[in-house]
């Protein structure tokens, strides 16, 4: 059994049956799919923000420290995310 950490994708099925809870499909471990789902979390965290800030200024400034602080557990978690990522998911536009 290995006593160091690992960040991991979880593919989880959802069905649309309250009665069945998520179901787990597969663990995908690739770093570089873990750092983009971590790219893909902080734009999705930072558009939030900046379309809630278009309609009120100070609940705006709370998401952004949201994202922000997500953006620090990323890259406190995530292998490589600080340096591949962190400056990329500023550049990159969300969808």
Known sequence: MSTQSTVALMLIYEPASTEAGPIAIARISDRALVIAAA??????????????????ELLGKIEELEARRLGDLLALLVPGFQSHAVSKARECPVM
């Not at 790219?39 to 009120?56: F, H, K, T």
């Open 39 to 56: 790219v893909a979390a902080l734009n999705q965290a930072e558009a939030r923000a900046a379309q809630i800030a278009s309609l009120d």
